[in-house]
């Protein structure tokens, strides 16, 4: 009986969670959404454009071209 009660507990325990989980995943999309439709969204649209260009540090060039050339190296196996 004892054994039950702990695992109803558990069950319990782990849908809460669940639900927390789903509540807060929920408020990060609603952030992203937000985000979207102000100024993230515009300087998008604007890099899409051609209105601005991306530049990128030496230092993350260099990552870049080692992370690609690595991920090649480990996709052809």
């Known amino acids: ?35 979207l439709n102000g100024y993230m969204g515009q300087d998008m649209k604007d890099v899409l454009e051609g209105k601005k260009t991306v530049k990128l540090s030496f230092w993350k060039k260099i990552k870049h071209k080692i992370d690609s050339f690595l991920w090649s ?5």
């Open 1 to 35: 009986m004892h054994m039950e009660k702990e695992m109803s507990r558990e069950i319990q325990s782990l849908y809460s969670e669940k639900r927390m989980d789903r509540l807060a995943l929920k408020g990060h999309q609603w952030t992203i959404a937000q985000q």
């Open 73 to 77: 190296l480990s996709s052809e196996q």
